[in-house]
């Protein structure tokens, strides 16, 4: 089974801190994914990538950062925290053989509340 | 612009009752489809996948139905059970072909 883990459940941070989400895989996926689910607007990509040292923007990459040093391993960085940026946060990976067009696997989640 | 959307935020059916999940696609160009269950407290999970070369494809207890010409896509669960009871986003690929565009979601809700 593929397995996506998320470093926190629940995270409480303060307006203006850095903020490090990690997400890390174990099926050797090419493609790792960020995304934010708010009430009513569905899930919306933040960024993805498609190999180490690699990244691209998605929908909404205003006010976020990735980092992919390993394949493994994803991280999203909020460089300065805003109330607006409280959410629930999904990382997710697929297997990269066809692009876009292939299942992604969800980790469970990061809540993060900005306070 | 490219958007994929519900046509209602939520479903009520009774259990053993078939529930029909409807979704609304804006790019007449996408040429792959794929629904996922997200239950309470977990990330969602892969249902089924559709390409645009089909009308239709089963799973087990679940069919999609695709309609190009009115750019449509529906989910159909048989015999519904308390444990389907989710919320259920439909996706289309976008249109440089790297990555899925969700929809709102659609909440099911299955009384026994």
């Known amino acids: 089974d593929v397995k996506v883990t998320q470093s926190s459940r629940y995270l409480v941070k303060r307006t203006g801190e850095k903020v490090f989400l990690e997400c890390v895989q174990d099926m050797d996926h090419e493609n790792m994914f960020w995304y934010r689910q708010d009430p009513g607007l569905g899930l919306r990509l933040i960024y993805f990538s498609y190999d180490v040292k690699m990244k691209e923007k998605g929908d909404i990459p205003e006010g976020y950062s990735v980092s992919r040093e390993k394949k493994e391993r994803f991280s999203l960085i909020l460089e300065s925290a805003s109330t607006n940026q409280t959410s629930m946060y999904l990382c997710?990976?697929?297997?990269?053989?066809?692009?876009?067009?292939?299942?992604?696997?969800f980790g469970p989640g990061t809540r993060l509340l900005v306070l | 612009g490219e958007s994929v959307g519900l046509h209602l935020p939520t479903l009520s059916v009774q259990e053993g009752d078939n529930s029909i999940i409807n979704c609304a696609y804006s790019?007449?160009?996408?040429?792959?489809f794929i629904w996922y269950k997200q239950e309470s407290g977990k990330g969602p999970q892969f249902i089924i996948d559709?390409?645009?070369?089909?009308d239709k494809r089963q799973g087990q207890r679940v069919t999609v139905l695709l309609n190009k010409t009115v750019k449509h896509l529906s989910l159909q669960i048989a015999a519904t059970q308390p444990g389907d009871s989710a919320v259920y986003f439909c996706a289309e690929i976008n249109q440089a072909g790297t990555a899925l565009i969700f929809g709102k979601g659609t909440t099911l809700s299955v009384s026994s």
């Open positions: 790019n007449s160009a996408s040429d792959y």
């Open positions: 559709i390409r645009s070369n089909m």
């Open positions: 997710a990976s697929s297997q990269g053989l066809a692009g876009g067009r292939e299942t992604q696997y």
